[in-house]
């Protein structure tokens, strides 16, 4: 059984919006995810989606509420089916959790899209 | 859509290993945890439970293998099925995740035994 450090874990990587796997129980994924500028707005139709920030401060933006400041050690779990978009000013570190297989920009195609995750 | 801020939450209650209920998403709780002293053996025949310490040492020991040691910061998930016993030396504070409606003391009948949790 191995455990993993988060600190060791976010230096093992520098990319931004390329979530790292740190762990996977009862089909849900643990991941790991640097951010830095503007992701695009985006949903997930079968998925809530939680953030947990970890270093630096993230916004999460809405189209039709108000937008919600995540600071280190705050979460917050986006339902599935609200459009969102996360908004970092600098480097935001966080720790998300969701169904394994989720994508990160759920029902958008972009340039950011990511699957096969590496594990840390 | 409510954030959660750990720190506030944490604040907001005293009891040992009387986790509260900070989020649910996807069929899966999200726990906060104070835990002192040693807590019961025990095993979660269907559920993966993952340990987040975000404060203090927590030590997770084992039947049948060696037992891991968390520090803040650091993550174990204890796959279903597998006995284990949380135990604190001192004061800790953690965060589990774990399918909604997951028993503290699993399959052993306790007086620590804890449903319907608060929420934070």
Redesign the interface.
């Known amino acids: 059984?191995?455990?993993?450090?988060?600190?060791d874990a976010f230096g093992s990587f520098d990319e931004h919006w390329s979530p790292r796997l740190?762990?996977?129980?009862?089909g849900?994924a643990?991941k790991l995810a640097k951010l830095d500028g503007e992701f695009v707005w985006h949903q997930h139709d079968d998925?809530?989606?939680?953030f947990l920030v970890?270093s630096g401060q993230l916004r999460i933006e809405?189209r039709e509420?108000e937008n919600?400041v995540?600071?280190e050690?705050?979460?917050?779990?986006?339902?599935r089916g609200?459009e969102h978009r996360p908004v970092a000013d600098e480097e935001v570190e966080a720790l998300l959790?969701?169904?394994s297989g989720t994508t990160n920009t759920g029902d958008t195609e972009s340039e950011l899209t990511k699957t096969d995750l590496e594990r840390v």
Chains 1, 2 share one sequence.
Do not use: I, R, S
């Open positions: 059984m191995e455990k993993v450090n988060l600190d740190a762990a996977e129980l009862n849900q643990v998925a809530d989606e939680l970890t809405f509420e919600v995540l600071d050690g705050e979460l917050l779990v986006v339902p609200v959790f969701e169904p």
